[in-house]
């Protein structure tokens, strides 16, 4: 059933607890996130920005439901449940999937880039072999790489290929959602734009929602139909990308 909403952020804040000496000192609450709305549509790319440390990416994990918060996340009408069962958390895996900034650091090295691709299908058990040769192929294409990087070594490739690799590996399961953490901050200006174009083609082709987190706001007009500025855990404003952008 359609939703309204691909995305729905309701009332969520988040505490991070740590102890001042290993796990016998104090405990200290550290406030994070404060009562965070928002609403995404589908095929929305919608743009999170604000300085470093305001809660951007402890955002993104609440919404990949890797980390504990208070209040809703709604994924098409599917409540995320950060401490949910096993069987629901891998539900929600294949509905969100998440490109971080440092592609190196995402994929194991000595691995081969058809091998990493195929990973996610194989993990929830989808497709005979055949079937998952032939979506590694389609999605190769899909990024801009042609069949024969499959059996290329992921440090034989280039920081974009390792980038076109990661968001690959996010497309395998068709999720509605992408949150693209900081996804072209690490990489040169031309590799960077290559990376941004290849985000608004699969928007256009797949209808893809996203969350794109960065620091270049350049790129953020650029990519996304709405922003939000977030500081201190909570959001200042949010709006039109180019209401922003004539500013
Ligand atoms: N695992 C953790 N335990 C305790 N505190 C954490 C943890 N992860 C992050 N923090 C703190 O939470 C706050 C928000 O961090 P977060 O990584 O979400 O910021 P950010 O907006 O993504 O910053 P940046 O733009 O630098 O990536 C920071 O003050 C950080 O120190
Ligand atoms: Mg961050």
Redesign the pocket.
Known sequence: MAHESLLSIRGVSNT?V?HAWGIVGKRIA?P?LDNINIEIAPGEIFGLV??????????GRCILGLIAYEGEIFIDGVKQESRGRAKRRREMARRVQAVFQDPAASLNPVKRAGWLLEEPLRVHRLGSKQERLKRVDEILDLVGLDASYKDRRVNELSVGQKQRICIGCALMLKPELIIAD?AVSALDVSVGAQILNLFRDLHDQLGLGMVF?G?NLNQVYYLCDRIAV?REGRILEQGEAALFAER
């Open positions: 991070y740590s550290k994070v604000g300085e470093s440390g305001c809660g951007k990416t402890t955002l900081e987190i620091h977030m």
